[in-house]
């Protein structure tokens, strides 16, 4: 049986009285694509923000090819090689497109000019972003050293899915990539999904967009109240079955993976 890359067990979050994660199951199989559905407010960005070390859950174990991990930060994440692209995106708008692509990773200077004056390679950085930003279709970004704050709020969106693209070794974590996109942009993001993908490396794709969930997902994950309600196929399954189960006006049927 193949062992999933990522996975968690009887996951808890409680902010007070609410319960935001409520024993919640989750499992990335390698190589797929996985999108994660549900309806406002059901947990979906706790969860993703529980696997990727942005928040600590109350309760439960998460795996990482089957070995236990715990996450204090965002940073170990990353150092295990799990990228995010959350919907906040985590840029720092003040810096350059270059500086926000390698923060906290910056690449220094070989030789002394790095190791004793700690000088940065910004010549390196700046052609890396700019190839990973062109890969991205990217191209109405004309100066890399400009400040974040000054790009289009889709242009944003393409610089953080460039960098999670860039860095995941493991698991790249997609938190409504497209939100912001127009349809150029969207199309080419959906096609730098099946590229990561084609490279194996899993991702994991939360969307509201479920044109874009049916074009591009192996499997999909239906969140509803806090927790796993089913895994369902989107080849043996409609847009309008998903949509109900995330929403409750639909029951699972056997066919659907339990949860």
């Known amino acids: 049986m193949t062992r999933p890359?990522?996975?968690?067990?009887?996951?808890?979050?409680?902010?007070?009285?609410?319960?935001?994660?409520?024993?919640?199951?989750?499992?990335?199989?390698?190589g797929e694509i996985l999108a994660v559905i549900g309806d406002n407010g059901a947990g979906k960005s706790t969860l993703i923000?529980?696997?990727?070390?942005?928040?600590?859950?109350?309760?439960?174990?998460?795996?990482?090819?089957?070995?236990p991990v715990r996450f204090t930060s965002p940073n170990d994440?990353?150092?295990?090689?799990?990228?995010?692209?959350?919907?906040?995106l985590a840029m720092s708008p003040a810096l350059s497109i270059a500086d926000n692509m390698f923060m906290g990773r910056e690449l220094r200077m070989p030789g002394v000019m790095g190791?004793?004056?700690?000088?940065?390679?910004?010549?390196?950085?700046?052609?890396?972003?700019?190839?990973?930003?062109?890969?991205?279709?990217?191209?109405?970004?004309?100066?890399?050293?400009?400040p974040v704050e000054?790009?289009?709020?889709?242009?944003?969106?393409?610089?953080?899915?460039?960098?999670?693209?860039?860095?995941?070794?493991?698991?790249?974590?997609?938190?409504e990539p497209t939100a912001a996109l127009g349809v150029k942009e969207s199309r080419r993001v959906l096609d730098l999904i099946q590229e990561v993908r084609s490279r194996g490396i899993p991702i994991i794709l939360i969307s509201h967009n479920m044109p874009h969930v049916f074009?591009?997902?192996?499997?999909?994950?239906?969140?509803?109240?806090?927790?796993?309600?089913?895994?369902?196929?989107?080849?043996?399954?409609?847009?309008?079955?998903?949509?109900?189960?995330?929403?409750g006006a639909a029951v699972p049927d056997a066919v659907a993976e339990p949860a």
């Open 150 to 175: 000054t790009l289009s709020g889709g242009q944003r969106q393409g610089v953080a899915v460039a960098r999670a693209a860039a860095f995941g070794s493991r698991v790249v974590i997609l938190d």
């Open 5 to 30: 890359v990522l996975e968690a067990r009887g996951l808890v979050k409680r902010y007070g009285k609410v319960t935001a994660l409520d024993h919640c199951d989750f499992d990335l199989m390698p």
């Open 215 to 247: 074009e591009v997902a192996d499997r999909v994950h239906v969140h509803r109240l806090g927790k796993r309600l089913c895994v369902i196929d989107p080849k043996e399954h409609s847009m309008s079955d998903a949509v109900a189960y995330m929403t």
């Open 49 to 67: 923000k529980a696997l990727s070390g942005a928040i600590q859950p109350d309760e439960g174990e998460i795996k990482l090819e089957g070995s």
């Open 115 to 146: 190791q004793v004056f700690r000088r940065l390679d910004r010549r390196k950085m700046e052609e890396f972003s700019r190839q990973k930003l062109a890969d991205l279709g990217l191209m109405t970004i004309q100066n890399i050293n400009q």
């Open 77 to 88: 994440a990353r150092a295990e090689g799990i990228e995010t692209v959350y919907q906040t």
